[in-house]
């Protein structure tokens, strides 16, 4: 595990953690029940074309949160043979968010969530090289233990939350790899981003995608009127004469019409 550390500095899974933790129960489960979500996750189908899953939408439209729940939907999924690893990418973090240290974590999640995986001895040896001092793991390194584990595995889920939000020479050069993955690696590997609108072109420059499998992200009115309903009792517990149940349908109303898809 130390020597696995020095693959990268992000902790993706932390911030999954943290973002479950603000996930409110039974919010945004329309999306596992689209017919293209379970197309996409079932790792069995051999289709071309239901590899690559875009969910694209405005900011506040709960993206983030999607993410985590696809994420938790794909957990039961992992077996010794299949294999999830996610980033959350986050505008503030250009200098961490570097290729070689997102790669780096994809390694490294892989590494970890699969106990049963082998870990080849060229990577072992590798990564004792890059322990002394004055020396970093580079990007050919990390591609080329990428490339020792890809045939270990069955199938792979790759999420990227935010795609929109990493430096734009970083997500280039990203989705270049993932592409070349889709190609050339792993026989079943699945692609699952969100990101703004604006991404759909680029993405679609990397990726032959149909439409079918770009999904937009609003605020499903269930969602909103779930949450509120969630925040309306909490304040009521604290104070139980500040709202009371007419007022909570004037509100759930009133909110839930003016949200439009935010």
């Keep these: 595990e130390q020597l696995l550390q020095l693959l990268s500095p992000l902790d993706p899974l932390k911030r999954h953690a943290d973002v479950r933790s603000m996930r409110l129960e039974n919010t945004g489960t329309w999306l596992l029940e689209l017919d293209s979500f379970r ?12 590899r690559i899953l875009c969910c694209y939408g405005t900011p506040g439209t709960g993206k983030t949160m999607i993410s985590s729940l696809v994420i938790d939907h794909l957990c039961p ?5 299949t294999s999830i690893v996610c980033l959350y990418a986050d505008y503030r973090d250009w200098d961490n ?25 060229q990577i072992i040896q590798t990564l004792k090289q890059v322990k002394k001092p004055n020396t970093q793991v580079e990007l050919g390194g990390i591609l080329a233990m990428l490339k020792l ?36 690696g792993t026989k079943n590997t699945r692609l699952f981003f969100t990101g703004r609108p604006h991404m759909e072109k680029e993405v679609q420059s990397y990726f032959n995608i149909p439409q079918e499998l ?49």
Excluded at 77 to 81: A, C, N, S
Excluded at 97 to 105: C, D, N
Excluded at 232 to 259: H, K, Q, W
Aim: with cysteine; hydrophobic share 40%; glycine share 4%.
């Design 149 to 184: 584990i890809s045939p270990q595995l069955d199938g792979l889920f790759v999420c990227i939350d935010a795609l929109d939000e990493l430096e734009p020479q970083t997500r280039r050069d990203l989705l270049e790899v993932l592409s070349n993955e889709l190609q050339l």
């Design 77 to 81: 999924k992992v077996t010794e043979k």
């Design 97 to 121: 968010q570097t290729l070689v240290h997102i790669l780096g974590s994809f390694l490294h999640q892989l590494l970890t969530g699969a106990t049963l995986l082998h870990i080849p001895d």
């Design 214 to 262: 770009e999904v937009k992200i609003i605020a499903n009115e269930n969602d909103i009127r779930h949450y509120l309903s969630h925040k309306i009792a909490e304040d009521r517990c604290a104070n139980p004469d500040a709202i009371d149940e007419a007022l909570e349908t004037e509100i759930l109303v009133s909110l839930v019409a003016r949200s439009q898809g935010m």
């Design 39 to 50: 197309k996409w996750c079932d790792i069995e189908s051999i289709e071309e074309n239901e």
